[in-house]
């Protein structure tokens, strides 16, 4: 929450000054103005003169830039975010809380979109250190078959941090702990955003040869319930640095990916039909504690990957043990039948 004193007293009739008091226009502009967004939205609900006044397309605008600044330097995000139901109140609202990992039933028949718009923001203690609008086609076979992957940089592209590049294990995990990361999907035509990322690391590892750092993000979305009930996936983001010859660290790699509990990664046909769900029927939570349960989803979803391994290892083994079985019965006929 936003540091906001309180209107100052002040005895004018013989009574002190409240809110009511005040002008909309003093509201607007020296109050409301610092507040972020969940604090915007709680105080909408005290009183109707207050959510008329903090519902200001102004306000929303000015947080949605300071929240995502790709919002603010890209012109088609500017456009997409003024023609969204609702406008920029209703973009945040769609982008800024954390996405449930609930089943859903099979989308209704909406034609999926033939184009997505990715921003992202990557921020280390609330300084931004890269940002980037992307766009994707969705209608080619090229993209339905080939499995689904968004980079933001080139193989040979690096973006300076002025960020010490961690040299030990304990450093990557300082450098990770202040790092958040912010990826919203948007459907730009039926004016729906979501956002994918669990806004702090739930992975870090440094290589032990090359010394760069990977830190891992993670959305754990519902599968297609036609292949198996109660089957996720996992939209993992990963964010690669590396250090210059001055020692710097930069970031070389931002990259999106889906992959199933199997470890398969998913086509762009199969990703498509997953994102479409979660832009229209995703589940969005509350802002309270969304990054302890970010970690929280991750951890469930390896456990459950865990547990889907060793009943396949037991099944297997009890197929060993059937194959092994039915052998031996076949050579023990097929020696009887010598000896008869």
């Known amino acids: 929450m936003s540091n906001l004193s309180p209107p100052p007293s002040a005895t004018v009739g013989g009574g002190a000054t409240t809110l009511s008091d005040l002008h909309k226009d003093v509201l607007s502009t020296h109050i409301l103005n610092r507040l972020d967004g969940p604090t915007l939205a709680s105080v909408s609900c005290v009183s109707s003169q207050l959510r008329s006044i903090s519902s200001q397309h ?22 997409l975010i003024e023609s969204f139901p609702g406008g920029p109140r209703a973009f945040y ?65 690096s973006v300076p941090t002025a960020i010490r590049h961690p040299n030990c294990d304990v450093a990557c995990d300082a450098v990770a702990a202040d790092m958040t990361l912010s990826w919203v999907s948007i459907d730009p035509v039926g004016g729906r955003a979501v956002n994918l990322s669990s806004f702090q690391p739930v992975a870090v590892k440094r290589h032990w040869l090359s010394g760069e750092v990977q830190v891992g993000f993670a959305a754990i979305l519902p599968r297609d319930q036609k292949r198996a009930t109660g089957e996720h996936v996992q939209c993992g983001i990963v964010v690669t640095c590396g250090g210059s010859e001055k020692g710097e660290m930069q970031v070389r790699e931002v990259s999106l990916q889906m992959e199933d509990m199997d470890g398969m990664y998913l086509t762009g046909k199969e990703s498509l039909v997953i994102l479409q769900r979660a832009l229209i029927e995703g589940k969005r939570v509350g802002n309270k504690r969304r990054v302890e349960e970010g970690k929280k989803r991750y951890k469930d979803y390896l456990e459950m990957k865990r547990e889907r391994r060793e009943r396949q290892l037991r099944n297997e083994g009890r197929m060993d043990k059937l194959c092994i079985a039915i052998g031996l019965a076949i050579f023990a006929a097929w020696v009887k039948f010598l000896f008869l």
């Open 93 to 157: 609202s769609l982008s800024f809380p954390l996405l449930h990992p609930t089943s859903t039933t099979t989308v209704a028949a909406v034609p999926p979109p033939q184009e997505l718009v990715f921003a992202v923001d990557i921020h280390y203690k609330n300084n931004l250190i890269f940002s980037k609008v992307h766009e994707t086609e969705t209608v080619s076979d090229w993209f339905r078959c080939s499995p689904f992957r968004v980079d933001l940089l080139d193989p040979k592209e």
């Open 58 to 79: 102004h306000l929303w605008t000015t947080i949605c830039h300071l929240t995502w600044p790709s919002t603010a330097t890209s012109p088609l995000l500017r456009h």
